[in-house]
């Protein structure tokens, strides 16, 4: 599978927004990633629905949305109507995460799943029949620019072994301290889809880190 780059908004300067989306643009980002968090199943708050719509105006890039909050079911009618394409809401919450990877998919959006750096690749298992994607947090969910966390990369070996047996056309995505010295080493071991925020929006040039990660990985 291609390596696919999914800058994290989280990380750009929201006085410039337009600009570093147009910049990431240039330096052909797949996705632009939205951290969507309560302050409650994470401490932090950061973006509702209304970034969505507003970015919709600025970018025809798709857009993904990774549900860090606890009623997801009560938000994601308003996300896929805000434009949301692919939505990864957390399997550590409380709620039933089937009906909700059942809701996405019925509203006719992509549904995906997120594992926290302790969760066991095995939860996944009863979901393969309703999700693409498999979002492994290769940090603690909730801040951007964290260090990376080594372990993870047993953590996509042991899935991308899983899928390739269940799923094979299922993708695994990484977020959380994804840079270009780590990268090639991810996408070897059988990541596609990476999160990049602070290797993206805070670099000198952002369009050229964007290429940079995505060369790191051939």
């Not at 990380?11 to 052909?28: M, P, V, Y």
């Not at 926290?116 to 801040?143: A, H, Q, R, T």
């Amino acid at each position: 599978m291609k390596p696919i780059i999914a800058p994290s908004i989280l990380s750009c300067n929201f006085a410039r927004l337009e600009d570093d989306i147009r910049e990431a643009e240039k330096g052909g980002a797949d996705y632009f990633h939205i951290d969507v968090m309560d302050g409650h199943f994470v401490p932090n708050i950061s973006f509702g629905p209304i970034i969505a719509k507003t970015m919709k105006k600025i970018t025809k890039t798709p857009l993904d949305a990774h549900l860090m909050i606890t009623n997801p079911d009560k938000y994601i009618p308003d996300f896929i109507e805000a434009g949301v394409e692919l939505i990864y809401p957390h399997i550590e919450a409380t709620y039933d995460v089937y009906r909700t990877v059942q809701l996405i998919d019925s509203l006719g959006a992509t549904a995906g799943i997120t594992l926290n750096p302790g969760s066991p690749v095995e939860w996944v298992e009863p979901l393969l029949d309703k999700i693409d994607y498999v979002l492994l947090m290769s940090v603690c969910p909730g801040f951007g620019g964290q260090k990376f966390q080594p372990h993870t990369l047993d953590k996509i070996r042991q899935l991308r072994e899983m899928l390739d047996i269940q799923k094979p056309k299922a993708q695994i995505a990484v977020d959380g301290g994804v840079t270009i010295e780590n990268i090639g080493e991810l996408y070897q071991a059988g990541a596609n889809f990476f999160v990049a925020g602070s290797s993206v929006f805070r670099a000198d040039d952002i369009a050229s880190a964007i290429g940079n990660l995505r060369d790191a990985c051939e």
